[in-house]
């Protein structure tokens, strides 16, 4: 799988699908307003949202805030294709998260979940967050960022 940047306007019809489908799921009998999703899109920063393609498609999108607190990153969106999921990418875009965060020395990363969506449920609590906040039918969850492994002098090649 590829990862690239957010290319708005090529990438907008599929991730406006996407997010509309998320809505129905997060949100079911709220009124879904495009143009709010657009002009948050607009206004995102470029770094913020990923994309992942397999040969031309896209498979999953992340938007991951990294500064949203001193020392915090903020899961803002993931989303895996329905045609994907079940085959573990919803757990890699999470470790993606955590990746970048540890990156960006980053000491939590958090996000917010609706109770009703099991699967983002059983995927959050099997990857480690834990409640912090009950907002009645959503919840905020954080977990610590464990930081980058050094990399061993050993494996970048020594002088003989
Ligand atoms: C939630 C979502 C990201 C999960 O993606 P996914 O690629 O299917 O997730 P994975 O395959 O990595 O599975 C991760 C965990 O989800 C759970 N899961 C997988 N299939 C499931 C199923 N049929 N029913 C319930 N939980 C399931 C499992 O706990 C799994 O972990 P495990 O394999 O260690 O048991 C995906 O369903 C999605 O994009 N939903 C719509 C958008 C959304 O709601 N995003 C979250 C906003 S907070």
């Known amino acids: 799988m590829y990862r690239r940047g957010l290319e708005l306007e090529s990438d907008y019809p599929a991730l406006l699908e996407m997010e509309r489908q998320s809505w129905r799921i997060n949100f079911p009998g709220e009124y879904f307003v495009e143009r709010a999703f657009r002009r948050e899109l607009e206004f995102a920063s470029e770094h913020d949202i990923h994309i992942y393609e397999e040969d031309g498609d896209i498979v999953a999108w992340l938007w991951l805030d990294l500064y949203a607190g001193r020392d915090r990153a903020h899961i803002r969106h ?77 494996s970048l090649g020594a002088p003989r």
Do not use: C
Not at 92 to 112: K, S, W, Y
């Open 78 to 154: 993931l989303q895996v294709a329905e045609p994907y999921w079940g085959q573990g990418i919803g757990r890699f875009l999470v470790n993606q998260a955590l990746l970048m965060a540890a990156e960006a020395h980053r000491e939590q990363l958090t996000l917010n979940v609706t109770k009703s969506n099991l699967r983002a449920m059983r995927l959050y609590s099997r990857s480690g967050f834990v409640v912090l906040r009950d907002m009645g039918e959503r919840q905020h969850m954080g977990r610590w960022v464990p930081p980058l492994e050094p990399v061993p002098d050993s």
